[in-house]
């Protein structure tokens, strides 16, 4: 490949990286039909890979991209039936001279909104957001969700079909519909920095900007949103984490644990302002997920301040996260602080609880091991050992737990078959 023809290479790929879903956004808040948007935008972006290397790369790619997609529907639009292919055809082109819009992440927004419509299924909801807005492939979001690939793909195929033919308004929702749809959003933007969460130096670079994105939705959701508390929370939860990163891998890569983390590398700044959003959601006196799991990361960080952790209060907290907003996560995070604070018995309770839902959830066999392990006369923990590690997809973190087990990847001991 000559020199022009990958610097277009290269050109086209980071167009797509940095600004794939605010274009399918904005092409979609036009059509009403994400599926022909997202052809329309793919049929861009091949075109960039034949025309750049000749004619070279444009000083604005994403206008030269938004300008192709458009044409594309309207060459789609054209095959339909007359009355329809005049009225697409003239809002596509009078808006092809038009400037790109300022305001751009509030498209991104209004599509997120829109994937949250009571119309659309509710398991489906935030991975049709993760992949058409936030640029997430089907088969990263069924890992997420512990559902195959092609079976996502199809869910998700069935819901932009369900958009294209209810033609659903591209709207922000009105004030008394927003608590229903804004749950929805918020679990998507918190899904999408979870799948960045655990890149490593020199993973995927889209990685990384993904964590980016999510964090800058967050803050631009709170600022939209001042009088809810969840959005806040939310962003809270996302810089407490965030400040941790620097020590959550070593320069090569390997994995931190957070106990054994050294504090004095936390960003001190985002805890600083992570405390004071999760102050300010506090103030509306109104539960929500997003501000129980923050306050569960703001115990973790005073750690830095005091020395220890505070297992009662992390107890209190996931206590508080198991019995209003229910799920397998919260029941394991229960079961660790337990574990933690040496309540053996009401941690194995707790896992119990949840055993039959997360045969394929790795923190509820990370837990399990850590608990038989620390019981005398327990079952022998080579089965869980051996299950921890075949869930455990990041190969730093399987070779901690490994060493901290004293086996194999593979889950046998070192030096003999499990027991």
């Not at 079952?379 to 973190?397: E, K, N």
Request: aromatic share 4%; charged share 25%; proline share 6%.
């Amino acid at each position: 490949m000559s020199g022009t023809a990958e610097r277009a290479r290269r050109a086209a790929e980071a167009a797509a990286r940095h600004s794939y879903g605010r274009l399918l956004a904005l092409l979609a808040a036009r059509t009403r039909d994400i599926a022909a948007a997202e052809d329309a935008l793919a049929e861009a972006l091949a075109s960039a890979l034949r025309h750049w290397p000749e004619a070279g790369v444009p000083d604005n790619p994403d206008a030269w991209l938004m300008t192709a997609a458009r044409h594309t529907l309207a060459n789609v639009a054209r095959h339909r039936a007359v009355a329809e292919a005049v009225a697409v055809d003239l809002a596509l082109l009078a808006d092809e001279a038009a400037p790109e819009p300022a305001a751009l992440p509030d498209e991104r927004l209004k599509l997120l909104f829109v994937c949250a419509h009571p119309a659309i299924d509710p398991a489906v909801r935030t991975p049709l957001m993760l992949q058409t807005v936030l640029g997430l492939d089907a088969a990263r979001i069924g890992a997420a969700f512990l559902v195959p690939g092609p079976t996502m793909g199809q869910r998700l195929v069935r819901a932009k079909a369900k958009i294209r033919d209810a033609r659903l308004r591209f709207e922000l929702p009105q004030r008394d519909d927003l608590p229903e749809r804004l749950h929805d959003v918020l679990e998507a933007i918190y899904a999408a920095y979870g799948t960045a969460w655990d890149a490593v130096p020199g993973a995927d670079e889209g990685l990384h900007e993904l964590a980016d994105e999510a964090l800058y939705l967050a803050r631009l959701l709170a600022s939209l949103l001042p009088d809810e508390p969840e959005p806040p929370g939310l962003l809270a939860l996302m810089l407490y984490c965030e400040a941790r990163r620097p020590a959550r891998r070593t320069a090569d890569g390997a994995f931190v644990p957070l106990e054994q983390q050294d504090a004095r590398l936390w960003r001190r700044e985002l805890v600083i302002e992570a405390e004071g959003l999760l102050t300010t959601a506090a103030r509306a006196g109104r539960y929500g997920r997003f501000q129980c799991e923050a306050a569960i990361q703001s115990v973790h960080v005073q750690r830095a301040i005091t020395g220890r952790t505070a297992h009662e209060a992390l107890i209190t907290l996931y206590g508080l996260l198991a019995a209003r907003s229910p799920s397998v996560g919260a029941q394991v995070g229960l079961a660790a602080a337990l574990h933690a604070a040496g309540r053996l018995t009401d941690a194995e309770a707790a896992l119990d609880a949840v055993a039959e839902s997360a045969s394929d959830y790795q923190p509820y066999w990370v837990v399990r091991v850590h608990l038989l392990r620390s019981q005398a006369g327990a079952a022998p923990a080579g089965p869980a050992v051996a299950r921890a590690l075949a869930l455990t997809r990041d190969a730093a973190v399987r070779r901690h737990l490994a060493a901290e087990w004293g086996v194999g990847d593979g889950g046998a001991a070192e030096g003999g078959p499990a027991r």
